[in-house]
């Protein structure tokens, strides 16, 4: 694997090309039949629907076997990538690239590189926790299959006149244009270049309605400005931090230097395609609704808001949407209505928030959701049994009907506290962000051995 060395890049991002393993045309003629949603987004109807597509869905890679422990699912998909490497499914590609990739929908278009992080490096900043359990999962399915099977998602400041902070994130570009909305750097002035006049090597249109393109970019001149170009720039992790942990993780179990030092990502360029930035949200199965109300009066303001779940939850929505607008809401859902919580108790607050957060930590919702709500009114760790979760409301409400548990419906966190935060070294509570559009996942694979 030819890759550059970390040390070169100083402490900037380090975006290395490597052999990209990709599905054979020939082999599978409809590519939107074998890609999926990344892993922690798929929903049970969305797993069953791509596993219908193909016997080859990068799903039975990501997802090998529900049922079964993380070492055990491990060697399942070990044995799926063997049979579809050997049999010519897939196919390494013949030299080391990056890859332009490029999503298009009825109202936005994302473009960045796909290309090798260094793993650990100064340049990459995490704002979100983690749980052990999906770390331990996802580093297992790695050392198994010896392979990074979908990228995590990075996002810095493409601005040539801020090439050292993310100040700017998610300023002056139009997303859906396709143009940047201040002065690019050689990376995103590239990258545009190459999808807007080169052939693309694949094309594929998802059941979503969006169009995913990709490009390879093999020219070492093109990949030296790249390079030189990113490292002087910082990028934050928007999608994957359970992954990325988990790059450590298994660089740390591996031992020495390898391939391991390095794992996949998508890397955009957020003033020229700003990120949107979604709520995500927490099912309770085991706590009643009308308890989690009854606890709630403790320490918020709650009113009960017209509508039977799923019967008025956009209404509901609204009036959550315009509550957050002048501090904290939640919206609580179940069997028996809507409840709105509002103006958390001040005395709670404080004595639920840890000692060493800072204010701009203790104020975000997910803090209050988390110390406050969940642990200090409810009693409830937060735990993968006890706290689920969810990135569409909808579906948040439907987990906790059929449950007969209670839906933690939240706000958007603003984008300017994700980065503040990350800038000072913070990290918000785990899956407390959803950055889109998120990479689709089955595009262009990375395994050790190409």
Not at 72 to 90: I, K, N, P, Q, Y
Not at 138 to 146: D, N, P, Q, S, V
């Amino acid at each position: 694997m030819q890759t550059h060395s970390p040390s070169s890049h100083g402490s900037g991002v380090v975006l290395a090309p490597f052999r990209g393993v990709r599905y054979d045309p020939v082999r599978v003629s409809e590519l939107a039949d074998v890609t999926s949603p990344p892993y922690d987004v798929i929903g049970p109807g969305t797993l069953d629907e791509l596993l219908a597509a193909s016997p080859y869905n990068v799903v039975r890679l990501i997802l090998p076997a529900i049922s079964l422990d993380a070492q055990a699912a491990g060697a399942v998909a070990a044995d799926r990538l063997r049979s579809w490497l050997e049999s010519g499914v897939l196919v390494p590609d013949p030299d080391p690239a990056l890859y332009v990739y490029e999503q298009r929908g009825p109202d936005f278009t994302q473009r960045g590189l796909i290309g090798l992080v260094g793993v650990g490096g100064p340049g990459i900043l995490p704002h979100e926790g983690v749980m052990p359990g999906p770390v331990a999962g996802r580093r297992e399915l790695m050392r198994a299959t010896r392979a990074n099977l979908e990228p995590i998602l990075l996002v810095y400041n493409g601005d040539a006149s801020s090439a050292s902070s993310l100040d700017a994130l998610g300023g002056s570009g139009a997303a859906g244009t396709g143009g940047h909305g201040s002065p690019a750097g050689p990376a995103s002035r590239l990258t545009d270049l190459v999808a807007d006049q080169r052939e693309p090597l694949v094309s594929a249109v998802t059941s979503d309605g969006v169009t995913h393109r990709l490009w390879r970019l093999s020219d070492p001149a093109e990949q030296a400005a790249i390079a030189a170009d990113l490292a002087g720039r910082t990028a934050l992790i928007a999608d994957g931090h359970h992954r990325y942990a988990a790059y450590g993780e298994l660089r740390d179990l591996m031992g020495g230097a390898g391939p391991w030092d390095y794992g996949l990502a998508f890397l955009v360029d957020a003033d020229a395609y700003p990120p949107r930035l979604g709520a995500i949200h927490r099912v309770l199965p085991h706590l009643a609704p009308e308890e989690a109300a009854r606890l709630a009066t403790d320490a918020f303001t709650v009113a009960e808001l017209p509508g039977v779940p799923p019967v008025g939850l956009e209404a509901a929505m609204a009036r959550l949407a315009e509550a957050g607008r002048d501090g904290t809401a939640f919206l609580l859902a179940g069997r028996t209505g809507f409840r709105l919580l509002t103006q958390p108790d001040e005395k709670e607050l404080a004595a639920a928030m840890p000692a060493n957060a800072s204010p701009r930590w203790r104020a975000l919702d997910a803090s209050v959701m988390q110390e406050l709500l969940l642990e200090r009114v409810w009693s409830i760790k937060d735990n993968e049994r006890d706290v689920l979760i969810s990135h569409d409301a909808r579906e948040a409400v439907r987990m906790a009907l059929d449950a007969g548990g209670t839906a933690v419906i939240c706000n958007p966190m603003p984008l300017a506290a994700v980065t503040e935060l990350a800038a000072h070294g913070e990290r918000v509570p785990r899956k407390s962000t959803s950055f889109g559009p998120k990479p689709r996942t089955g595009l262009v694979l990375r395994t050790f051995g190409s």
